[in-house]
């Protein structure tokens, strides 16, 4: 039979402690931290874009009109315009502009790229956000994704203790409660991949 020193089963005891708490950190990584209390509003996909056709002319020489053909067959007119898309597609907007002075129309005076599909999308949505305790609640991300990133992988918090993982979810609260359910998304490539991509929506549970 050997013994051991009680210094030696203390330091032993608190070797367990740091490797146990290592192990708990390990975890909370790998689930895309989402305990972090610093998770920020949904990144949606952009339909909309804002654009400013004077920076393109030289303004002393006017006055002009400015016609901006949007790429889905619509014109507006104004120097500054917005416009909303109903498409996910990348579109072309062309800017003319008219010489009020002499009715001279410069075509083409500008052509501007609008990319509506290659986004990142942090975003997510759920079947209710109110339900009773013992009702299932549906999450779903079509859109999510993280252009320049590989291996995405996709971690919900109920924060009720229960983490699942993938683009989809389904979930049945225990309690009644309000809930901020998080989606994360975490994948490899540089710095900005790894790092945690984290929204949050409300979630209330009545009894």
Request: proline share 6%; net charge positive.
């Amino acid at each position: 039979m050997r013994f051991f020193p009680a210094a030696s089963r203390g330091r032993a005891a608190a070797l367990a402690f740091l490797l146990s708490l290592a192990a708990l950190v390990a975890r909370a990584q790998q689930a895309g931290d989402t305990t972090s209390v610093n998770c920020g509003p949904p990144l949606p996909r952009m339909l909309c874009v804002d654009l400013d056709g004077r920076p393109s002319v030289d303004e002393a020489a006017g006055p002009f009109t400015y016609q901006w053909q949007m790429g889905d067959g619509t014109t507006l007119t104004g120097p500054t315009v917005t416009h909303c898309y109903k498409e996910r597609k990348n579109y072309v907007v062309q800017l003319d502009v008219i010489v009020d002075k002499t009715g001279e129309i410069r075509r083409g005076q500008k052509y501007i790229p609008i990319n509506l599909v290659q986004q990142d999308v942090v975003d997510f949505t759920a079947s209710t956000t109110r339900v009773r305790v013992g009702q299932p609640v549906s999450f779903a991300s079509p859109e999510a994704q993280l252009l320049s990133c590989n291996n995405v992988q996709y971690v919900w918090d109920f924060r009720d203790g229960t983490v699942q993982q993938g683009r989809t979810a389904q979930h049945v609260f225990r309690r009644p409660g309000t809930y901020q359910v998080r989606f994360s998304m975490r994948g490899y490539g540089s710095a900005a991949c790894i790092a945690s991509h984290c929204v949050s929506r409300e979630i209330v549970v009545e009894p």
